[in-house]
């Protein structure tokens, strides 16, 4: 029989490997894999609307029913807060960070930043949706402060996402790989399933909303035209975690240029674009803003955009030359 390597069993051996681990970040990590089988349960009702009830009315037992974006927010939340190892949270949901005060918390060396369901449009079309998260030692004593949040990327000490699709899969990274685990409800664990994945060397797809091309700058036209000439496939989700993971297995390139509509992108750079450029690099590949690695780029808002191409270096690099050549020719 295949031996059966569990998320906790995982996180517990690599923490075996560190000397210096205190089991803090374990424990965390423990914590959001807890939060992810709830945020699955729950995800996987959303399409019985008519026993769960629609956000906003009550369900069956009279329950105020919430947005699963909304749920999926609280429990991010609260599993935080059980676990003690966490001083603060800034998410999506959010305008403001989140402090947690208890006696253990406050004093706990990590804050957490999360997308707590990208993609909540999909769901009722049932389309994969998924949670982003990333791990941040704070940087301040006292109560925490918003310059803990606002870190550079490459100060990230962990990242990683959910993917709720046909399967649940949990993809993270403490900066030693990225390893991939996959729920199976029939013993509530997430067992191991893709240890060290790796971005395949060659990509032949390129992800991105062709119907945004009218709004996109003339380099972007001339490389979605590049991509149509190399015969590339298109392979467009709309749900950043699943055009990600696709991109993680199969390879190629994911991008979310600037456009007329929004000049700064459309995704978040702290909790979409750190994260997944963490473990895309982890895995081999890169990611940047079209000339800048995204992970060195300042943050200065909680919720501050930024354009993003990630996926094969080579991919991504032809992108930053179409970039550059366009620069140099328009002066
Ligand atoms: P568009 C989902 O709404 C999301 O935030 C990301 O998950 C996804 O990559 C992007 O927006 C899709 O945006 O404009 O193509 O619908």
Known sequence: MHKIITLDEFIIQAQRKNPYSTGELSSLLRDIGLAAKIISREVNKAGLV???????????????????????????ISCLQNSGECCG?????????VPINST?????????????LDGSSNIDVNVSIGTIFAI??????????LKDFIQSGVN??????????????????TGDGVHGFTLDPSIGEFCLSHENIRIPEKGKIYSVNQGNYPAFDEDIKAYVNYCMEQSHSL???GSMVSDVHRTLIKG???????????PEGKLRLIYECNPMSFLIEQAGGKSSN????IMELKAEKLHQRTPIFLGNKEMVETVEAFIREHRTVEG
């Open 136 to 145: 941040y030692r704070r940087t301040s004593t006292g109560p925490v402060q």
């Open 235 to 237: 392979r467009y989700i």
């Open 290 to 293: 079209g000339t800048e690695r």
């Open 156 to 173: 990230q000490v962990a990242a990683g996402y959910v993917v709720y699709g046909s399967s649940t899969m949990l993809v993270y990274s």
């Open 50 to 76: 008519d026993i769960v009830g629609q956000a906003g009315q009550e369900n069956a037992s009279g329950e105020v029913v919430q947005k699963l974006d909304v749920l999926a927010d609280n429990l991010m």
């Open 89 to 97: 949270i800034a998410s999506e949901e959010n305008d403001h960070f």
């Open 104 to 116: 253990h918390s406050k004093n706990a060396k990590y804050v957490v930043l999360f997308d707590p």
């Open 252 to 262: 190629g390139i994911f991008f979310y240029p600037a456009t007329t509509k929004a």
